[in-house]
């Protein structure tokens, strides 16, 4: 079976209405689409995809990137931003919350990291179990867009939900940020695909398209995910570097072969 897809909206907004986006996507057979951090104008948007008769996929269960779960004295705040958010996504269908490991902090271990960031999720996870939410720890890379972004490797990120010990603590896996940190990319996902919550594309190098320009064979990827029983969705996170919806239908292609 193929791979569900999504996309994330911002990127593809420009030159269309968000209904005649959202009508145009269904029609190239997307079933949901995702957005980053929650504000006033993405709330009236998730509304708006939802009567468009499209799922939310994923948003941000709690600010920010750099200030994250591996700082304790963050975690009262982090907590209360995450319950809000389960109650929110629950409301309107949304499966996934992405979390954060926010940035290395001076003279903290990784290991102290890793039980900081444990600690914090397992906090939210009674109340993600309750509402069948998947709580996604969001690896990125740390050697071009995010300098310093504590959870930049697989390995450091399986830990962490592995701990937590919570069937709704997963990772969020991002093909372009792994593939800068560590490649291995089907090996990785199959392998692990029990933990994966969230899977995120673009074309690497140049978070573009994901086409023959860049180095990633996303029709190989996309099989051996569903070859391995992968259910959550592969959201696509690239620039595109001509017409939106062009771009998106490629990608849906590409991902279907």
Known sequence: MPVR???????????RSPAELFDAVRRIGY??????????????????????????????????LTD???????HDRINGELLESIDYATAHGI?????????????QTDDEAIDACV?????????????????????????????????DRSRWGLEVVRRVGSPRAKLLY???????????????????????GHIHTAGNPGRRDMDD?????????????????????VGHEFTPRGEPLEALRAAFQTCNA
């Open 213 to 233: 320009r860049q180095e990633l064979n996303y029709t190989a990827i996309c099989r051996a995910l569903s070859a391995a029983g992968y259910e959550g969705y």
């Open 68 to 74: 994250g779960l591996n700082n304790p004295a963050d």
């Open 95 to 107: 499966g996934g919350l992405i979390c954060f490991s926010g940035n290395r902090r001076e003279g």
């Open 119 to 151: 600690a914090g999720l397992r906090r939210a996870a009674p109340a993600a179990e309750r509402a069948g939410i998947n709580l996604n720890l969001e690896l990125l890379n740390s050697r071009v867009d995010h300098p310093g972004y504590q959870a």
């Open 5 to 15: 897809q999504s996309f994330c909206y911002p990127l593809y907004a420009k030159g």
């Open 31 to 64: 079933p949901a689409t995702e957005f980053w951090f929650r504000d006033a104008e993405v709330e009236r948007l998730i509304d708006e995809a939802i009567a468009a008769g499209l799922t939310v996929a994923s948003i941000c269960g709690h600010t920010s």
């Open 174 to 196: 991002d093909i372009y940020h792994m593939q800068i940190m560590e490649g291995d990319v089907i090996r990785t996902l199959t392998e692990n695909v029990q933990w994966i």
